[in-house]
């Protein structure tokens, strides 16, 4: 297997006022983490800046305007109750998608088998037209549709497993049976959406978790809700918002999931992306505020991308 890791310096430059969880020490933890000799295979690229057009696919022209034209000389600009941009804010979410984008490249070339970007601002937040919850561009909504525009596949379906719900990517695909959404997080809990009820054409899939659910509720959904969908799906392109703030030492929520979950869930996952998209997986991080927590969960889930 050749797994490749996309970061990038400028994602350390998007700074958010003291105090914030999504602060630059979580990419530091993890990249602390996966410098480890284990890791020693990762085949390391630095992230290529986005391009306009794909940031297109998922936003219009005046979304990527506003954005540019808050960006502040200094200090911080205030997106929404708790979203912000700094000067480097604007160039380190392009980046994001750029290296996004360039992950689904990899794995349509064959360069790579399946990537992990790890980036920052996280994207599964932004909506359409509104950027919230700490993200700025929708990366993996972004990266679906590159996947389609640019190699021709039909169907993409995007995993979720933040454990706040992305009703970013469900708002974007909410009409677009060409891309499934599915995504397991805590409920009641930020953002407020992801009822089971919230089914778009057919192709959103919630799996809502209660406050104090664990390892059993987790599998269980995968296994009763997230799974099923997909193999009945059969998309050309799996495609993971990997958040790790379900972990149990996560400060935002009250799921209490251990490092063992986020191996098992990606051995799964790799399953479906070989039977159905040759093995194509694309890994994006979202969320996750406990250091620790973060970077050994990230550890468990790159370490098993890397074995197959
Ligand atoms: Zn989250």
């Known amino acids: 297997m050749v797994t490749r890791l996309y970061s990038h310096p400028i994602y350390l430059d998007h700074l958010t006022a003291p105090g914030h969880p999504e602060r630059p020490d979580r990419l530091r933890a993890i990249a602390k983490v996966l410098d480890d000799e284990a890791f020693a295979a990762l085949d390391r690229v630095q992230a290529p800046e986005g391009r306009r057009e794909a940031i297109l696919l998922a936003h219009p022209a005046s979304y990527v305007d506003q954005l540019e034209a808050a960006v502040p000389a200094e200090g911080l600009a205030r997106i929404d109750a708790d979203t912000t941009m700094s000067p480097k804010s604007f160039v380190a979410a392009m980046t994001a998608v750029g290296a996004a984008t360039a992950a689904v490249d990899d794995v349509f070339s064959g360069v790579a088998d399946n990537v992990f970007v790890a980036s ?94 664990g390892s059993d509720a987790f599998k269980e959904a995968f296994l009763s809700r997230v799974l099923p969908a997909i193999d009945q799906f059969r998309p050309d392109l799996i495609i993971i918002s990997a958040g790790f703030d379900a972990h149990h030492r996560d400060p935002l929520a009250q799921i209490n999931l251990v490092e063992a979950d986020f191996d098992w869930a990606t051995a799964e996952l790799m399953d479906r992306a070989g039977r159905f998209a040759k093995g194509r997986l694309v890994s994006l991080l979202e969320g996750g505020y406990d250091l620790q927590g973060l970077s050994t969960s990230v550890a468990a889930h790159v370490k098993r991308l890397m074995k197959g």
């Open 120 to 213: 920052r601002p996280p994207g599964h937040h932004a909506e359409r037209v509104t950027a919230m919850g700490f993200c700025l561009f929708n990366n993996a909504a972004i990266a679906a549709r590159h996947a389609q525009r640019t190699h021709g596949v039909e169907r993409v379906s995007i995993i979720d497993w933040d454990v706040h719900h992305g009703n970013g990517t469900q708002d974007i695909f909410w009409t677009d049976p060409s891309v499934q959404y599915l995504s397991t997080h805590q409920m009641p809990l930020y953002p407020g959406t992801g009822a089971k009820s919230e089914t778009g054409v057919g192709n959103i899939i919630n799996a809502p978790l209660a406050p104090n659910d």
